[in-house]
């Protein structure tokens, strides 16, 4: 058993300059800790958070490993860790700290420390264990843009060893929000009627839960006609390609009046105003900035920001898993393979909108 007094040689997509390329680079990394779990890892999705910090990323900062959806097999752990061992299959989500109020009552998207746990580059004691490197990690406790990446018990998932990890890696922040977003935040019933502004993998994601759940319409808005195909077999009733649409008084026609759920994760202050115009009372906007809620808006038609789609990892996404095994929740067609040394090509496909969700293979 490796402790942290050893130091192990990972390979990992450092970030040094604004808006990349990442360059992989050979980097010391400390072993686990009594509380931390050492996992190889075997693939990471790439996610619209990594890129975002690429473009902003700033440079006077130690440079940084990003990657937050990654999956694996636990190579080693410390002695305080009682669930996992050596060999499990795990998929690795957000991280909370476990003790504030809200992880304690099982809300670890509340946790009071969600920000430091995930972008601050560090243990919440503010330790790197790449630090030997110059190299910050600890991206959502995780930095799985690497071979190896140091986790804990509260951001781990245990999955069935026979499904392939590649495929399951998006489950824990992309795929796990759209759903979350449906079936946790809102909690949209059979009948409701939705619509989705942005058909990436969030929002394709919440169509398949919304199918699930029997939300009626399902509209899809994109400026993609390919995506907006996808999300019709994915189960969306409706689609408009966002381009000279007119998308109030279309969405309109097509419910008879507004509607009762929007997901805006476009991100633009154009589709929030369409968002907020087409709410029926007491309907409900969700977006995804990180954050922002402004609250309430008129007759009764509320705002919400959604973290992680309020799920609970180590529960949501066995859930999701299962539905996946039904058939129920193709999540896997969203998925293109790419070698970890093709990373920037990867980020540049996802920036063009030419893949959905693209997925590193680590070997
Ligand atoms: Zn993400
Ligand atoms: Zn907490």
């Known amino acids: 058993m490796k402790t942290f007094s050893e130091f192990l040689q990972i390979r990992a997509a450092v970030l040094r300059k604004r808006g990349g390329p990442l360059k992989i680079e050979s980097l010391q990394m400390e072993g686990p800790r009594e509380d931390e779990v050492l996992v190889r890892v075997a693939a990471s999705g790439i996610c619209r958070t ?30 305080k860790v009682k669930k996992i061992r050596a060999g499990d299959h795990v998929v690795l989500s957000c991280q909370s700290c476990g003790r504030c109020g809200p992880c304690r009552s099982g809300r670890p998207t509340a946790c009071t420390r969600f920000w430091e746990a995930n972008f601050g580059f560090a243990r919440l004691d503010g330790s790197n264990a790449l630090e030997r490197s110059g190299v910050r990690g600890h991206f959502f406790g995780q930095s799985s843009f690497a071979t190896h990446a140091l986790a804990t018990e509260r951001n781990l998932v245990k999955v069935a060893a026979d499904l392939p990890l590649e495929v399951l890696a998006p489950l824990g922040c992309g795929v796990q929000t759209g759903a979350g977003t449906v079936m946790n935040s809102l909690k949209v019933t059979a009948g409701s009627s939705i619509a989705i502004f942005g058909t990436g993998s969030v929002g394709l994601a919440a169509v398949m839960a919304a199918r699930i759940v029997g939300a009626d319409p399902v509209i899809a808005v994109d400026v993609k006609r390919k995506r907006l195909e996808l999300a019709l077999e ?16 279309r969405i309109a026609k097509m419910t008879g009046g507004g509607v009762d759920y929007v997901l805006e994760i476009t991100g633009s202050p154009e589709m929030y105003q369409v968002a907020v115009e087409i709410l029926n009372p007491h309907g409900i906007v969700a977006t995804f900035a990180g954050g922002s809620a402004t609250g309430a808006l008129p007759g009764g038609r509320k705002e919400i920001s959604i973290i992680q789609g309020d799920a609970v990892p180590q529960r949501f ?30 980020m540049a496909d996802s920036r063009k909108g030419r893949t959905v969700k693209p997925v590193l293979r680590m070997k």
Do not use: Q
């Not at 990594?50 to 097999?73: K, T, Y």
């Not at 009733?237 to 109030?248: D, F, G, Q, S, V």
């Not at 066995?318 to 990867?346: C, H, Q, S, W």
């Open 50 to 79: 990594d890129i975002e910090f690429v473009d902003d990323w700033d440079e006077s900062e130690a440079p940084v490993v990003l990657g937050h959806e990654g999956a694996g097999v636990v190579e080693a752990v410390g002695k």
């Open 317 to 346: 996404i066995p859930e999701l898993i299962k539905l996946y095994r039904e058939g129920r929740f193709p999540f896997d067609r969203l998925v293109k393979f790419y070698d970890f040394a093709a990373i920037n090509r990867a």
């Open 234 to 249: 994915f189960g969306a009733t409706h689609n408009i390609l966002n381009r000279r649409a007119n998308i109030p008084s």
